[in-house]
């Protein structure tokens, strides 16, 4: 739930490093030119074909917003 830029953000960038220092992240334009094309393609067509097959479709909405604030305090 967080756009392609996330992977820019310095502390985003420093927590993965404390998980998996071995680990590379990939930028933002090889996100979405390179590694998610095609699985997304994979999810559309199966959706797709699901849709196809099915007799009945039912749609439902949530248009509640919480104005809640989160506060996250870190060490």
């Known amino acids: 739930m967080q756009p ?3 992977v820019e953000d ?3 960038r420093e927590l993965l490093e404390e998980f998996d220092p071995a680990y590379k ?3 933002r334009k090889t996100l979405s030119n390179i ?3 095609e699985p ?3 999810v559309v067509q199966k959706v797709k074909n699901l849709l196809k097959n099915s007799e009945y479709l039912t749609i439902t909405t949530d248009t509640w917003t919480s ?6 305090i870190w060490p």
């Open 67 to 72: 104005t809640a604030v989160v506060k996250v």
């Open 25 to 27: 992240l990939p930028s």
């Open 40 to 42: 997304y393609d994979e």
């Open 10 to 12: 310095e502390g985003f």
């Open 35 to 37: 590694l998610l094309p």
């Open 4 to 6: 392609f830029t996330i």
